[in-house]
């Protein structure tokens, strides 16, 4: 007859318990990975209609931003980005002047505006929703963007790892209390934006 020592049955029932535990568990999920906004290669643009004629595009040159990413589930959280208001630039200096002073940005008293992300659904593998909260001119309103993911991997030059995003939304900028030319109808209401976003891998 075999005889089995306490000692050996004790290590066999962790060692079970132990199997059991990391059963139970179930297979280790992906963390989360940081992001930050690559300078080089993001564009926050607009489009505003002009007099009825034709829309004005213009654009923001210093955004700074970041966000949080987990690849196994999609999940995207902590998305915050900041621009500068005085580097709106529509290739014209003299409406560039204009669109800084107090009848539009009034970007000595309000030199950022940010988008803080508040929660984010997805739609399917590649597009999703953000709402969060839009700050301009000492006002704080929510805003949803529709954003597609267009691509996520190793960078063709350098050592980096690069998330890649479009995004799209609409301001209304008398909400913020902007309302040079909104009633005669010479500038638009309603502010297009436009988000091509390149993001590294911290």
């Known amino acids: 007859m075999r005889v089995f020592s306490i000692s050996a049955l004790s290590k066999s029932a962790a060692l079970c318990g132990a199997v059991l535990s990391l059963m139970l568990a179930g297979p280790a999920k992906a963390a989360d990975e940081d992001y930050e906004l690559d300078p080089e290669h993001t564009f926050v643009a607009f489009m505003v209609d002009h007099i009825g004629y034709a ?11 970041s966000f949080t990413f987990n690849p196994e589930t999609q999940a995207l ?3 915050e980005v900041v621009i500068q208001t005085d580097s709106i630039y529509t290739a014209n200096k003299r409406r560039d002047d204009h669109l800084r002073n ?17 929660s984010a659904q997805k739609i399917s593998d590649t597009t999703g929703k953000i709402d969060g ?3 301009l001119l000492g ?15 190793p960078y063709p030059f350098g050592n980096n790892y690069v998330m890649g ?13 902007m309302m040079y030319a909104v009633e005669n109808g010479w500038v638009g209401d309603d502010i ?3 988000l091509e976003v390149e993001a590294i891998r911290q």
Do not use: C
């Open 102 to 118: 107090p009848d539009f940005l009034n970007s000595r008293e309000f030199p950022e505006m940010t988008f803080v992300m508040t």
């Open 192 to 194: 297009h934006l436009m």
């Open 77 to 79: 959280s902590d998305l």
């Open 139 to 153: 006002q704080t309103r929510p805003l949803s963007l529709d954003v597609t993911l267009n691509k996520v991997g």
């Open 165 to 177: 995003m479009s995004a799209r939304g609409t301001v209304t900028r008398s909400e913020y209390g």
């Open 133 to 135: 909260e839009l700050t």
């Open 55 to 65: 829309n004005a595009i213009g654009m923001f040159r210093e955004i700074s931003g």
